[in-house]
């Protein structure tokens, strides 16, 4: 079992930067591709960015290039993302996932991921 806990979400104002993190419990965590997902009321869930196990592969979506980067430290079983420029249409539930299969690809499925964390909310003002 891994539990994932998201902090550092909130509420800034429109080209603000924003940090979250992603604290995983386990010794495993260095073994695990890492995503974020994003998710709005009545929308599926998208996928934001991911890294994997060895922090060497990162993959981004279109609408978060140049904007948003994804990092690890798996000595203190974290996953960050930092988020600048933000945009309102960034604003949304943002949840981090596990996925334990040590792939050499980034998932971009939420399917393919094992383990969620409870999400954390940001919230962008024009």
């Known amino acids: 079992q891994v539990h994932l806990v998201e902090s550092g979400g909130g509420l800034v104002q429109a080209g603000d930067s924003l940090r979250l993190a992603c604290a995983a419990s386990?010794?495993?965590?260095?073994?695990?591709?890492m995503g974020w997902f994003r998710q709005v009321p009545h929308k599926r869930r998208e996928f934001v960015t991911g890294?994997?196990?060895?922090?060497?592969?990162?993959a981004y979506a279109d609408s978060v290039k140049g904007r948003f980067t994804i990092s690890r430290d798996n000595a203190k079983n974290t996953v960050y993302l930092q988020m600048n420029s933000l945009k309102p249409e960034d604003t949304a539930v943002y949840s981090c996932?596990?996925?334990?299969?040590?792939?050499?690809?980034?998932?971009?499925?939420?399917?393919?991921?094992?383990?969620w964390g409870q999400g954390a909310q940001v919230t962008v003002s024009s």
């Open positions: 996932a596990a996925d334990t299969h040590t792939g050499v690809v980034v998932p971009t499925n939420p399917d393919e991921y094992d383990y």
């Open positions: 386990g010794r495993s965590f260095r073994y695990y591709n």
């Open positions: 890294i994997t196990w060895s922090g060497g592969i990162s």
